[in-house]
Nanobody, 121 residues
Framework: QVQLVESGGGLVQAGGSLRRSCAAS????????MGWFRQAPGKEREFVGG????????NYVDSVKVRFTISRDNAKNTVYLQMNRLKPEDTAVYYC??????????????WGQGIQVTVSS
């Protein structure tokens, strides 16, 4: 299975932007759909959005649909999560995952290590 290494987390003020990256190795990255998930303290893991293998189709949870953008560069074996107009409620550990689909119900075989994103008021 593909190995995923995440970067781009950190602390940002409300209204700011942050770009998460997830780099893949071990198998052909372009064969995988990719999902982004997040988990806040005391809450269940939530599907944020996903992108298909070619980057031609994306989907997002309603709470981030107008603020977040998922993209991928298969030549660089990397998927991105661009987060704009961040809110304190976006604070969570964010994970990338590779799988067979790009929805909340898809099977995900490989997971990144997760990186904290903290949005201050």
């Amino acid at each position: 299975q593909v190995q995923l290494v995440e970067s781009g987390g950190g602390l940002v003020q409300a209204g700011g932007s942050l770009r998460r990256s997830c780099a893949a190795s071990g198998r052909t990255f372009s064969n995988y759909a990719m999902g982004w998930f997040r988990q806040a303290p005391g809450k269940e893991r939530e599907f944020v959005g996903g992108i298909n293998w070619s980057g031609t189709s994306t989907n997002y949870v309603d709470s981030v649909k107008v603020r977040f953008t998922i993209s991928r560069d298969n030549a660089k074996n990397t998927v991105y999560l661009q987060m704009n107009r961040l809110k304190p409620e976006d604070t969570a550990v964010y994970y990338c995952a590779a799988g067979r689909g790009a929805s909340a119900y898809s099977r995900y075989d490989s997971w990144g290590q997760g990186i904290q994103v903290t949005v201050s008021s």
